[in-house]
């Protein structure tokens, strides 16, 4: 994990990561495609929520006053207005003290690109919300 918001960065760290896995293991089995896919559907991923792209990412925010204000299923009720998810920072159904992960929500069907902006336009939203509220 990275800490900072430098999403485009990470993004394309992971793009050259999954490049340099696709090449190996191009070489490994003399095969020009190596992961199954879907002409529609996209990457075939163990789970069928990931069908698509594959790609969950999240922003980790530092939200105490919007927590206290709305609770977590608010804050959830917001980013799912906005395609994405609430989480406990350190995974699904951990607890929520002060900070909470939020994803994408939507996978299948969506290119990269766009579930990426839904994160950061979620995030962004959320930490309004939080500056917005006085001490």
Known sequence: MEQGGDIPSVFDRLG???????????????R?????SHP???????CPTNLGTGM????????????AKI??????KVARSMN???RGSTGEHS?????????NWRRLGYPEYNLVEDMIKCVNVISQMEDEIED
């Open 32 to 36: 020009d495609e190596v992961y199954m």
């Open 56 to 67: 969950r990412g999240s922003g980790h925010i530092l939200i105490p006053k919007l927590i």
């Open 71 to 76: 609770g977590f299923e608010g804050i959830d």
């Open 84 to 86: 994405c998810q609430a």
């Open 40 to 46: 529609v559907l996209g990457m075939i991923t163990c």
């Open 16 to 30: 050259r990561g999954a490049a340099a896995v696709e090449e190996g293991l191009k070489k490994v089995t003399s």
């Open 95 to 103: 607890e929520v003290i002060d900070r909470v992960d939020i994803s």
